[in-house]
């Protein structure tokens, strides 16, 4: 504990050095560092600088659903995944219809109207969760849809005056060992140097393509690694070296970005990793229904003080309006920030956007999951589907705001 109080006592002198600092290295004429200049969030000890030199409390909201389509999401049981969703859409619609819907689908499941109502509601951060086949082909071409969509939703969230952090939810050959990585059902990306190979490619072209560029904060390397029913014993000891491989590669061509560490067993344990072994680290943590008691985030706590460096809690929520509350305050308490799960779903209280459910939706569901074999009626179908994707433009969802009041952001319209 005296070596984690000394620590903290240093960055705190380390910082307000530097914050005085500043106005006489400006009359001087002499440089501030390369992250200030570029006017991005950093790392001093265990805390978020934002680029003005003051501390950043990070409020954020996932994207969810959106670049990374998860079932529950469709209120689907049996297609979870991806690859599942997908084939169930080109069964309901046939290819070339199915090809429209998704085009249609990320063109307005997240708009401008939606980043500046986040930004009005209080938050500063969204986290933005991608599939790896959005943004390249098989033989690892660098093309596809995904690029232009997130090129506009970070001018979006420029313009709204918000931070974001790319996430890699699904990466080459599954990086999880469950549906919402999208692979085969076991974390492959540990196991076949090419699946590694690939991911690495894509964050260095992610990193290429956003060099500087201050609107975002971060990049979080993978969701949920290696969920805990698998080898943890061999695959754990493959993540940290791994995320120094691919922190290189993005250090090469945006060396001053802030990288973030998701933690093993679907993001809940720092148990594989060391010391830090580069600058401007920080370590995510997600953690759903635990105790709003201390105890549930002790060990995390520790590792943080041991090692002086920042925490990130980066998924959380999806239960009750009081039990955000507790948690949320649990975690400001400790100088730690949050980013909920998640900012639209389809007819649920547990999100800031309840999307409506369209009527004959139960049917869509139960062709979808292969609990009915027949197609259900085409006009049925039509209307289902032409009702759905109206309603999740922004204009036509409901606003929980007493979830926004239990993450202590504006309450009433």
């Keep these: ?7 903290c006592y240093s960055a705190v002198m380390r910082l307000l050095a530097a914050l005085l600092l500043m106005p006489v290295l400006s009359i001087l004429g002499l440089a501030a560092p390369a992250a200030a200049q570029g006017g991005l969030v950093r790392i001093e000890g265990k805390i978020f600088i934002a680029p003005d030199g003051g501390i950043l409390h990070l409020k954020g909201i996932s994207l969810g659903n959106w670049l990374m389509p998860e079932g529950y999401m469709f209120k689907f049981e049996v297609a979870k995944a991806p690859r599942q969703i997908f084939g169930a859409f080109d069964r309901l619609l046939g290819p070339e219809r199915a090809a429209a819907f998704w085009k249609q689908y990320r063109d307005s499941y997240i708009t401008r109207d939606d980043i500046e109502f986040i930004k009005s509601a209080g938050f500063n951060m969204v986290r933005i969760p991608l599939h790896y086949r959005l943004f390249m082909t098989g033989d690892g071409t660098m093309t596809g849809d995904g690029w232009m969509l997130l090129d506009r939703v970070l001018g979006w969230v ?11 939810h699904a990466a080459p050959g599954g990086q999880t060992g469950i549906n919402h990585d999208d692979g085969p ?10 699946d590694r190979d690939l991911t690495v490619r894509l964050w260095r072209a992610i990193a290429e393509r956003y060099r500087g560029r201050p609107e975002i904060l971060g990049y979080d390397l993978l969701n949920e690694p290696i969920a805990p029913y698998h080898d943890v014993a061999t695959l754990n000891q493959r993540l940290e070296p791994f995320y ?14 802030i990288v973030i560490l998701a933690g093993g067993q679907w993001s809940s344990s720092f148990e594989m990793f060391g010391p830090p072994f580069a600058s401007n680290l920080a370590y995510t943590y997600h953690s759903f229904w635990a105790s709003t008691k201390r105890d549930s985030i002790q060990r995390h706590l520790n590792f943080a003080n041991r090692h002086n460096v920042p925490l990130f809690l980066g998924e959380t929520g999806e239960l009750t309006d009081e039990w955000n509350a507790r948690f949320r305050t649990l975690h400001e308490l400790h100088g730690i920030g949050w980013s909920f799960w998640t900012y639209k779903n389809l007819d649920t209280p547990s999100t800031v956007v309840s999307i409506p459910r369209p009527a004959g939706w139960d049917q869509i569901v139960a062709y979808a999951d292969g609990k009915r074999a027949d197609r259900p009626d085409a006009a049925l179908v039509d209307r289902a589907v032409a009702e759905y994707l109206e309603g999740i433009k922004f204009r036509n969802g409901t606003i929980r705001w007493s979830y926004l009041a239990s993450l202590g952001l504006k309450s009433a319209p």
């Excluded at 420029?158 to 890699?168: H, M, P, R």
């Design 244 to 257: 120094k491989r691919t922190t290189e590669a993005i250090r090469e061509v945006d060396p001053d970005r």
């Design 158 to 168: 420029k313009d709204a005056g918000l931070y974001a952090i790319v996430d890699i």
């Design 1 to 7: 504990m005296g070596r984690s109080l000394v620590g």
């Design 185 to 194: 059902g076991y974390p492959l990306m540990f196991y076949v140097p090419r």
